[in-house]
């Protein structure tokens, strides 16, 4: 069974921080990896999407990279601002089946 | 990015009463979407997948005659809570995949349900 954690759990920076996100998952056997963000009370927005074949993508100041082998993502915001604070949920889908499987997340606070 | 609607975004209804969402993918087809319900921080679980035209598949512990799906169309896939109790009160998030594409999933606003 796939599990998929995220390290930390709530993070608080200034603002102007570079910081990392972390998710770490069991199962190599990955078809791709999705980076979301969600503000309080609201849905998902997808982020980034890395495929299994791909090391990473990058999106304004977002970068997401894989190693599928070692079973880690991360996600790299640079220059973080107020704007950025919300929560950030890693999910990996399986080789087999379409579902997706997602971390706990990681609450972030950008203070101005 | 594709655009997913969920209706209504958030509703109160008395126990034993039902409710029905509706999860629209406005501007693509999707002959697959999930239903996810989440707790107060804590993240998303998993319910059940709905397939265009077939029987849904739930996952393990969800009652499947209280969680009502179906997916009548490519565009449209509904989730009714039936004889609604205060512990169905969640956040309850609908997602659709793109038939062929890359598989990138989109993800509805959410309907927080409150049973009172």
């Known amino acids: 069974k796939q599990e998929v954690t995220q390290i930390p759990a709530a993070l608080s920076v200034p603002e102007g921080e570079n910081l990392v996100l972390n998710c770490s998952f069991t199962?190599?056997?990955?078809?791709?990896l999705q980076w979301f963000r969600q503000d309080p009370g609201k849905g998902l927005t997808s982020l980034l999407l890395?495929?299994?074949?791909?090391r990473e993508q990058t999106s304004g100041r977002l970068n997401a990279s894989l190693d599928k082998s070692s079973g880690r993502s991360t996600l790299y915001i640079a220059a973080s601002q107020p704007g950025d604070s919300a929560t950030y949920l890693c999910?990996?889908?399986?080789?087999?089946?379409?579902?997706?499987?997602f971390g706990g997340g990681t609450r972030l606070m950008v203070k101005p | 990015g594709a655009v997913v609607s969920q209706h209504p975004s958030w509703v109160i209804c008395k126990s034993g009463t039902s409710v029905k969402i509706e999860c629209r993918s406005l501007?693509?087809?999707?002959?697959?979407m999930f239903w996810y319900r989440q707790f107060p921080k804590q993240s998303l679980m998993l319910m059940a997948t709905?397939?265009?035209?077939?029987?849904?598949?739930?996952e393990q512990g969800v009652e499947k005659d209280k969680f009502l799906i179906n997916h009548a169309s490519l565009t449209l896939s509904t989730l009714t809570v039936t004889s609604a109790h205060p512990e169905d009160s969640s956040f309850y998030i609908c997602?659709?995949?793109?038939?062929?594409?890359?598989?990138?999933?989109?993800f509805g606003q959410g309907t927080r349900l409150t049973v009172v």
């Open positions: 501007d693509f087809q999707a002959t697959t």
């Open positions: 997602s659709a995949r793109r038939t062929g594409g890359i598989s990138e999933a989109f």
């Open positions: 890395i495929q299994s074949s791909q």
């Open positions: 709905s397939n265009e035209g077939s029987k849904a598949t739930y």
């Open positions: 199962d190599s056997a990955i078809y791709n």
């Open positions: 999910a990996v889908r399986r080789v087999a089946g379409n579902m997706l499987t």
